[in-house]
Nanobody, 126 residues
Framework: EVHLVESGGGTVQAGGSLRLSCAAS????????RGWFRQVPVKAREAISC????????TYGDSVKGRFTMSSDDAENTVYLQMNRLKPEDTAVYYC???????????????????WGRGTQVTVSS
């Protein structure tokens, strides 16, 4: 059974950093496209960073380019999201997800992702 568990969220002041983790069980991350998404109330879920399974290329949303970095540890079957220079508008629930699609370019629509974690709250105070 596929499980994804996010951790590392919390409250931080603007300009600070957090590192989110997403631990997987029941499958290997390397076999799937994987992504980080975020959502605030009354808004659609937004893709933050996605990595394709076929070519390993990574995309970032325009709002986080240059500040956030997605990485993975295959031995731990865990993916990370390093978030630097955080802004109040980064406040959201952050989710990791995986997709069985192997298409290029990487799928970034939430509808393309098959399994989701429950999310972790990130709050950035001004």
């Amino acid at each position: 059974e596929v499980h994804l568990v996010e951790s590392g969220g919390g409250t931080v002041q603007a300009g600070g950093s957090l590192r989110l983790s997403c631990a997987a069980s029941g499958f290997l991350f390397d076999d799937y496209a994987r992504g980080w998404f975020r959502q605030v109330p009354v808004k659609a879920r937004e893709a933050i960073s996605c990595v394709g399974s076929s070519d390993g290329s990574t995309t970032y949303g325009d709002s986080v380019k240059g500040r956030f970095t997605m990485s993975s540890d295959d031995a731990e079957n865990t993916v990370y999201l390093q978030m630097n220079r955080l802004k109040p508008e980064d406040t959201a629930v952050y989710y990791c997800a995986v997709s069985r699609l192997t298409i290029v370019p990487i799928p970034t629509s939430p509808a393309s992702y098959d399994y989701w974690g429950r999310g972790t709250q990130v709050t950035v105070s001004s």
